[in-house]
RNA sequence: GCCGACUUAGCUCAACUGGUAGAGCAAUGCCCUCGUAACGCAUAGGUUAGUAGUUCAAGUCUACUAGUCGGCACCA
């Protein structure tokens, strides 16, 4: 999907258009205060004001035909300079430009503004020459937003649009749109009976259905045996903890108010754990270690409950209870590089297998002058930091560097997975972490008999199982490649009094092999049964007729394919069990 | 949590400005025994998310509650 921001032409042709957007506005309701106009990776937005004034999807037609009327008269958009001074009269009676001209450095002795016709904003530019460029446009939603980003501030109502230079790259965008919607991984976990929630249940809280549990316990195993292969040691530890837990590690002070409310039981005060750290801590100190025993890696596929606001819950993808594929590894400061790097290894492999090509990294660094947020000090800081660049720089990985975005006890690296269509998800992270163990009080025996305080890594591949099932969902538009599909292969007779007993015959054969194989011998006409296989996409539907029975083969088609190939028992046994073996997408 | 929209049969959706819920698919039964995306016929299925209210009359209007969706904020 085109990225606006990244391309200079349609960059300025959107922002443009927010320009005419805020026109069109001001003409329909005179009383809008404008705040910002900003150009997006999706288009472009504008904030404004409307007093008691809502506006709703059904007004956007309204607004886009004044637009397009604007944009017919053809005015110039003229830009002009004035000093601060000027900018802070000119805009005396307009409070939220005046927020803006005020917070201009006034080093900035000149201020820019653009006008086109009746229309004047504040803007930095550059726009396009005349409004008559705008014409092929579309505003797409409208929704509040808090001003500044702040919470406490009180909402405007944002518009959301998008221009193209022509009508087609605008018809194929709205196009990409409507098929992103078809596979949204809530309408794929529904059609293919992946989960389901209830109301009666709680929201935010799926429950996997057959089909989906399948899937499940396939990346399961498939991540822990990739693990055991790294060294790794899986455990089960309980997904809830004394209070007491949390506040050594930290995690309250930061986190209390996503914890689900503590229940207070025989003087203890529990909360439904949000991360296995401290469970995993507990673990590592049950025993003294030596420097030799160092990486120590402790895996688990561990339940968390996190009270996620109910704004924020998104069918498997934001919950409030999932499944982390969580890891931590105890290492020394000599052996953190080299770890870190067989994670990032270990990751890599994984997109490999899983035929996953498209991802960035994102290096989540602190905020230097937030000094609430993090843990200060300021030397671990930059070692932990530079430890993570080094890495980075030796496996010659580009990644993007985020100022601010670190978790509270250190530098973190996210993968962010971008689905062909849709939004990017965050799902792999390795996090590099100095001061849980020192909260623990953890240690390990050094050479000279000393005891130092191992480093831990936090990391996950899958992020957790139930986000990684609806990126993959997406990813694959809910055609499953075959050691994930619930149903591997259906089995159709041609007809089912004429081949019932070859179709048993191969269904059986597959069923001892373990493969998840379904006979379909309904009554009905071959054409409907393989029209349900198909919507069910299933990967491999077999069709079993008069020709197959006589000669002992197996004909089958894959999904989304028209031809059919006709293979001895033998052979195709040895084809699917290669699919599976593989990890082949469909 | 905040702003807004939405919620009708298992699923997808209808029902003009208020007049007492309807279709396709799925299900069930019969028929058909069929070679690569829907054979035909019949049956059953709904306190229109819930609660209150306005009205002679509410799926439709109002309020509240719950959930879903689009964003915002949040995301260890």
Redesign the pocket.
């Known amino acids: 999907m085109i990225n606006i921001k990244e391309n200079e032409k349609l960059s300025i042709m959107n922002h443009s258009c927010a320009h005419l957007l805020a026109q069109a506005i001001k003409h329909l309701y005179p009383e809008a205060k404008f705040w910002v106009g900003p150009v997006i990776e999706e288009g472009f937005y504008y904030d404004v004001d409307l007093g008691d004034k809502?506006i709703?999807?059904e007004d956007l037609p309204a607004i886009e035909k004044e637009m397009k009327k604007i944009s017919k008269d053809g005015k110039r958009i003229v830009r002009e300079e004035i000093t601060k001074k000027e900018a802070l009269e000119r805009f005396k009676d307009d409070p939220y430009k005046i927020d803006l001209i005020s917070r201009m450095d006034e080093k900035d002795t000149v201020i820019s503004m653009y006008t086109q016709g009746d229309f004047t904003d504040l803007c930095r530019g550059p726009h396009v020459d005349t409004v008559k460029e705008l014409k092929h446009f579309k505003l797409l939603?409208?929704?509040?937003?808090?001003w500044k980003?702040?919470?406490k501030n009180k909402?405007l109502?944002?518009i959301y649009g998008i221009c193209f230079d022509n009508e087609e790259d605008l018809e194929k965008h709205l196009q990409e749109l409507a098929d992103a919607k078809l596979r949204?991984h809530?309408k794929l976990g529904?059609e293919l009976e992946i989960f389901m929630?209830s109301?009666l249940v709680?929201?935010?809280l799926p429950m996997y259905l057959p089909n989906g549990y399948i899937v499940w316990q396939e990346l399961e195993n498939y991540i822990k045996e990739k693990e055991r292969k790294q060294g790794y040691k899986h455990v089960l530890t309980p997904p809830l903890g004394n209070v007491e837990l949390y506040k050594t590690s930290g995690?309250w002070d930061h986190?209390k108010d996503?914890?689900f409310p503590a229940m207070k039981v025989e003087d203890e005060e529990f909360v439904l754990r949000?991360?296995n750290c401290p469970h995993h801590m507990m673990i590592y100190a049950n025993g003294i270690h030596s420097y030799r025993d160092l990486p120590i890696r402790i895996g688990e596929i561990a339940r968390d409950c996190?009270f996620?606001?109910?704004?924020?819950?998104?069918?498997i993808e934001?919950v409030r209870t999932f499944c982390q594929n969580d890891a931590h590894l105890f290492v020394t400061p000599e052996q953190i590089g080299d770890e870190f790097k067989r994670v990032v290894d270990l990751i890599l492999d994984c997109y490999k297998d899983l035929g996953i090509t498209d991802y960035e990294f994102e290096l989540s660094l602190r905020d230097k002058e937030d000094t609430e947020k993090y843990y200060p000090d300021d030397e671990m800081w930059d070692k932990a930091e530079n430890v993570i660049r080094k890495v980075l720089d030796d496996i010659g990985i580009p990644y993007k560097e985020m100022i601010g975005e670190a978790?509270f006890y250190g530098p973190k690296l996210d993968v962010q997975l971008k689905p062909a269509v849709g939004n990017k998800i965050t799902v792999s992270t390795c996090?590099l972490d100095f001061c849980l163990p020192m909260r623990f009080d953890l240690t390990y025996v050094d050479r000279d008999g000393s005891k130092k305080t191992p480093v831990v890594l936090h990391r996950a591949v899958f992020g957790s199982i139930d986000r990684f099932i609806a990126y993959y969902l997406e990813e694959t538009k809910g055609v499953l490649p075959v050691w994930l599909a619930p149903i591997q292969a259906i089995i159709m007779p041609?007809?089912?009094?004429?081949q019932a007993d070859y179709a048993k015959e191969v269904n059986d054969l597959l069923a001892k092999e373990d493969i998840r194989v379904e006979l379909d011998a309904r009554?009905?006409?071959?054409?409907?049964r393989?029209?349900e296989s198909?919507?069910k996409k299933i990967p491999i539907t077999i069709?079993l007729?008069?020709?197959?029975k006589e000669n002992k083969t197996i004909?089958y088609?894959l999904f989304?394919t028209?031809e059919?190939t006709t293979l001895s028992q033998e052979e195709f046994l040895k084809y699917i069990k290669d699919l599976i073996k593989k990890r082949t997408r469909m």
């Open positions: 809502v709703t999807e939603k409208v929704s509040g937003a808090y980003n702040d919470a909402m109502q944002r949204d809530r529904k929630t109301d709680g929201k935010g995690h986190y996503s914890m949000p991360m996190r996620e606001a109910s704004g924020a819950l998104k069918g934001r978790a996090q041609v007809s089912s009094e004429h009554n009905e006409k071959l054409g409907y393989l029209r198909q919507i069709i007729g008069d020709q197959e004909s088609r989304g028209k059919t």
